[in-house]
């Protein structure tokens, strides 16, 4: 048994207080790093050492699959035992857990099938082409917007209120692809929630029956929950047994649909419910830390929460300005190569970014410093292209009626089918309300095909209809070895692609079959999945670089937005320029600012030990060229706390540039006064001699005497002082 002491040692009081509330509601309210999710590790294990609560009887929920498994691998250790019948997950891991138990009642077929975004997107792009519309003027991206939001706020299409002819054709477009997925027997992930809500409402005995089996349940980054997962929660936990824990200024999801005001209405549905504030924060050196709340407090409309530390100042926030994005990556790979020097691992090291984009430049300034990386929540596993192909045979195999997969493979590799045909084909679908499959296999019995065309759909649904044979008689990963091979597209790969690209696909379908063979492992574990069905759904719904999980250690580089409850000791915020961060979009939008710095505030406190701040006055983003001025978050930073870095040579001299600390004065954020006879150079002009100059920091114009390009005025940020 547990020494139950254990579990409450490593807490301090108001933690400690909230770890032992008795079983009715509570909500955790506090800043970032001061122990909200180790609270709830700890209140989990808590519950069932001491007040005996079955593992059975709780339920976590977490923002990220990769958080969950965290989190019931650190109540494993607190419990020293398994946590079998524990449900940890996200909200949507859970919802589909739920259909899946209960599919009949929830109106799917048992072989339903997780529709990812990209999935998606794609057949809503089919649908806005069979209704015959433009698909320039109906971008599917939009409309898979418009539908996502209506479904998060618990809207189907019948319910949309139509009264001008954008919304109705967007209903419309909406209506087909309602049916068209109840056809397939596809969930996309708002749908997820959507479905579970109604299942609970519309069967109240089964609803009762979770009542009464989760006793308790928890709820991780609460602030950032939308309205359809709130009244899940409701739906879910009618009586008092919830604690939700976050934080006002870590809510970065306003954009979609998160409410923050779920906070306020979480303590009015669930009444009395107790608050608790912790206000010490753990993770951060007490410089991180003032930066983060100097930032913060430009934000009006706060819940108001201190943070202090008892740590200490720790080093200063390194502010590095960098002539444009090359140079700025350049001197973060050789920072993180330093940072190692200092006997610092990799892992301990994070680059966050705002935009996704700018991770190649980043990507290839890392690689030319051999060091190795991972893209967090980026480049998925799952999405690449040979591993979507093999995952749509086996989706095939499962489910006939899966349109979405029948679209990507039918001719992939290629069997001479070509788009004629295929319109055939969706025209007959559309008009008898049938799957692709269902019309293909109608159609083989009539005359309308071309005896091309028929060869090539007969060999295919034999193909399938084989592979589903050898489904039944093997394991997990010898059917999806034996897909990657009956299907050509192994062959195809390595026909169409040479060296390296060819190695890595290889490689990646190799991985695929590795990882189903893990499916074989935990087939007993799981309740009413086949293999097949919850390898299906695990490739849907994780957000996870499987492949880079195994291999060496690495840094990890991620959107601001995908840190979230993360720490390193070592963390670059890199692109810190107005318009890119704040970004441009949110700086039109009400609330958009205050999301921004809550960002900002998110990314500086993921720091432990050493937070360094990188801006590039000139940066290639979707192909423009744009000057940027340092990020507004920057300048709110005390100045006493950063500590400016800037290169000694000119861009010429890049290679063999060092750098140095530069004095207040010469630092970017004071760039004001200029020296008449100082070496200015400048990328296409060269280098030159500064002659005169009209105004201050980065908007002054300065006369400059280029050594080939003679006499000229450029506005400050267009040049490099020396
Ligand atoms: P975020 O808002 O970023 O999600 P959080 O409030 O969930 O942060 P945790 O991740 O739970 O914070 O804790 C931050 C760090 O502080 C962790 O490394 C945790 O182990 C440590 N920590 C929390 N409480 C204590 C404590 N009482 N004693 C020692 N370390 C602690
Ligand atoms: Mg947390």
New binding site residues.
């Given amino acids: 048994m547990i020494d139950t002491k254990t579990l409450i040692q ?3 009081e108001p ?1 400690r207080e909230a770890v032992t509330h008795p079983e009715s509601p509570l909500l955790v309210l ?1 800043g ?7 609270v709830l590790v700890h209140r989990i294990a808590w519950m069932a050492a001491v007040n005996s609560m079955s593992l059975h009887s709780i339920l976590a929920v977490t923002f990220t699959n990769k958080a969950a498994a965290e989190m019931r691998s650190r109540v494993e250790s607190l419990l020293s035992q398994s946590t079998r019948g524990l449900w940890i997950g996200t909200f949507h891991g859970i919802a589909h857990r739920l259909l899946r138990l209960h599919h009949n009642d929830a109106q799917l077929p048992e072989a339903f099938q997780v529709l990812d975004t990209d999935d998606q997107v794609r057949l809503v792009k089919r649908i806005i082409k069979d209704l015959r519309l433009d698909d320039k003027q109906w971008p599917a991206r939009q409309t898979t917007w418009f539908i996502n939001s209506h479904k998060e706020e618990g809207r189907r299409a019948v319910a949309i209120p139509a009264h001008d002819d954008f919304t109705l054709t967007q209903k419309r477009i909406y209506e087909h692809y309602e049916s068209q997925c109840q056809r397939s027997g596809l969930v996309d992930f708002p749908e997820l929630l959507l479905r579970t809500l109604e299942l609970l409402k519309e069967n109240p005995e089964l609803a009762e029956q979770y009542h009464r089996r989760f006793q308790h349940v928890l709820v991780d980054e609460f602030q950032d929950t939308n309205d359809i997962q709130y009244q899940l929660i409701r739906a879910l936990v009618p009586h008092q047994g919830i604690t939700v824990v976050g ?1 006002d200024d ?1 809510s970065i999801y306003g954009w979609r649909g998160a409410r923050i005001e779920n906070l306020n209405q979480f303590t009015q549905d669930y009444h009395p419910a107790k608050t608790i504030r912790l206000e010490q924060n ?2 951060s050196t007490s410089t991180v830390l003032r930066a983060a709340n100097a930032v913060i407090a430009n934000n009006l409309d706060r819940l108001g929460k201190e943070l202090w530390t008892s740590g200490e100042a720790g080093e200063p926030i390194v502010h590095y300005h960098a002539f444009n994005e090359i140079e700025e990556a350049r001197y973060v790979a050789e920072s993180l190569r330093e940072y190692h020097e200092r006997d610092l691992t990799f892992n301990d090291m994070a680059v966050l970014y705002r935009s996704n984009a700018q991770s190649r430049v980043l990507e290839e300034a890392l690689i030319r410093e051999r060091i190795p990386y991972r893209i967090y929540g980026g480049l998925r596993f799952f999405e690449r292209a040979e591993i979507k192909d093999a995952l749509c045979y086996l989706r095939l195999i499962f489910n006939r009626n899966d349109d979405a997969a029948f679209e990507r493979v039918i001719n992939t590799p290629a069997r001479g089918i070509g788009e004629k045909t295929l319109a055939i084909i969706r025209e007959f679908a559309l008009k008898q309300e049938l799957s692709l499959w269902q019309a293909v296999t109608q159609l083989l019995t009539t005359t309308e095909l071309s005896g091309r065309a028929k060869s090539g759909f007969s060999q295919f649904v034999a193909m399938i209809n084989e592979m589903e044979q050898v489904a039944n008689q093997s394991l997990l990963h010898q059917l999806v070895e034996h897909a990657i091979h009956d299907s050509g597209i192994f062959r195809m790969y390595q026909e169409k692609e040479k060296g390296e690209k060819w190695l890595s696909r290889k490689e990646n379908l190799e991985e695929l079959i590795n990882a189903a063979r893990e499916f074989d492992e935990l087939a007993e574990e799981e309740e009413a999945m086949s293999p097949l069905a919850s390898f299906l759904s695990h490739a849907a719904l994780e957000s996870g670089d499987t492949q880079a999980e195994a291999e060496e250690e690495c840094v990890q580089l991620m959107t601001l937005h995908s840190a979230k ?1 993360l ?1 390193f000791p070592v963390v670059f915020m890199v692109g810190m320029e107005e318009k890119l961060f704040p970004h441009q979009m949110s700086l039109d939008e009400p609330g958009g600012l205050e999301e921004e710095r809550r960002l900002c505030y998110v990314g500086i ?1 993921r720091a432990m030990q050493f937070l360094t701040l990188t801006n590039a006055e000139k940066r290639r983003l979707h192909g423009k060229e744009v000057h940027a001025s340092l990020s507004r978050f920057v300048r709110e930073i005390p100045d006493d706390l950063i500590k400016p870095i800037r290169i000694t040579r000119s861009w010429h001299g890049a290679q063999q540039a060092s750098y140095q600390q530069a004095s207040p004065s010469q630092s970017a954020r004071s760039a004001g006064a200029f020296q008449i006879g100082q070496n200015v150079s400048h990328p296409k002009f060269g280098q030159g001699i500064l002659i005169d100059f009209e105004g201050e920091g980065d908007t002054a114009r300065l006369q400059i005497n280029f050594e080939q390009a003679g006499i000229k005025w450029l506005i400050r940020s267009y040049v490099e002082l020396g």
Avoid: I, M, P, V
Avoid at 32 to 38: D, E, I, L, Y
């Fill in positions: 490593q807490l301090n933690q506090a970032a790093g001061s122990g909200k999710t180790r934080d870590q753990y993770r409850g720490e406190t």
